[in-house]
Antibody, heavy 117, light 107 residues
Framework: QVQLVQSGAEVEKPGASVKVSCKAS????????LHWVRQAPGQGLEWMGW????????HYAHNFHGRVTMTRDTSISTAYMELSSLGSDDTALYYC??????????WGQGTTVTVSS | DIQMTQSPSAMSASVGDRVTITCRAS??????LAWFQQKPGTVPKRLIY???TLQSGVPSRFSGGGSGTEFTLTISSLQPEDFATYYC?????????FGPGTKVDIK
């Protein structure tokens, strides 16, 4: 079955960077864009951007321009989301997911990123 | 950017009630809208895409409607497992945007 498995929880200091991975299985990795969404504690869902897993092309939400980088390694069916210059308001659960209507709509299990000095 | 609003932001309902949640887009998005359900401490789950297409495995008591700027999610007969927060998402235009959510709790 289609699965997205993310890397484990991270604790980072303010100003640092974090890189979260998302390993896909159960489908052809390059068939679908992969999206990233985050959710701060007690808050709603915030779309961060997508990566075209075939070409590597990206599109980011304005809020993250200049701080987020999405990449992929097609040889291991894995996507990555790196967020730099972390602040306390970046403390959140980060998800990778499939959004294409023709996809299964699966989400990864989420990766907790805590920013604390 | 396209802004999404939802109403109500929260509601109390009883098992068996018919519940309707509305999502509005700041500009037309055709039918490029999905609905998600999130229960506390769990990963969101897609219920509906293309405004009205039910995700495989989702109970038929859920239905979606609308096109353009106004959309609805209807639960025909609320079940105990449906108490959750519901989000709409427009994917017509990047950046994609979520609505702020509607929390449905027990009356």
């Amino acid at each position: 079955q289609v699965q997205l498995v993310q890397s484990g929880a991270e604790v980072e200091k303010p100003g640092a960077s974090v890189k979260v991975s998302c390993k896909a299985s159960g489908y052809t990795f390059t068939d679908y864009y992969l999206h990233w969404v985050r959710q701060a504690p007690g808050q709603g869902l915030e779309w961060m951007g997508w990566i075209h897993t075939n070409s590597g092309g990206t599109h980011y939400a304005h809020n993250f321009h200049g701080r987020v980088t999405m990449t992929r390694d097609t040889s291991i069916s894995t996507a990555y989301m790196e967020l730099s210059s972390l602040g306390s308001d970046d403390t959140a659960l980060y998800y990778c997911l499939l959004l294409a209507p023709s996809s299964s709509g699966v989400w990864g299990q989420g990766t907790t990123v805590t920013v604390s000095s | 950017d396209i802004q999404m609003t939802q109403s109500p932001s929260a509601m109390s309902a009883s098992v068996g009630d018919r519940v309707t949640i509305t999502c509005r887009a700041s500009q037309g998005i055709s039918n490029d809208l999905a609905w998600f359900q999130q229960k506390p401490g769990t990963v969101p789950k897609r219920l509906i895409y293309a405004a009205s297409t039910l995700q495989s495995g989702v109970p038929s008591r859920f239905s979606g409607g609308g096109s353009g700027t106004e959309f609805t999610l209807t639960i025909s007969s609320l079940q105990p497992e449906d108490f959750a927060t519901y989000y709409c998402l427009q994917y017509n235009n990047s950046p994609f945007t979520f609505g702020p959510g509607t929390k449905v709790d027990i009356k």
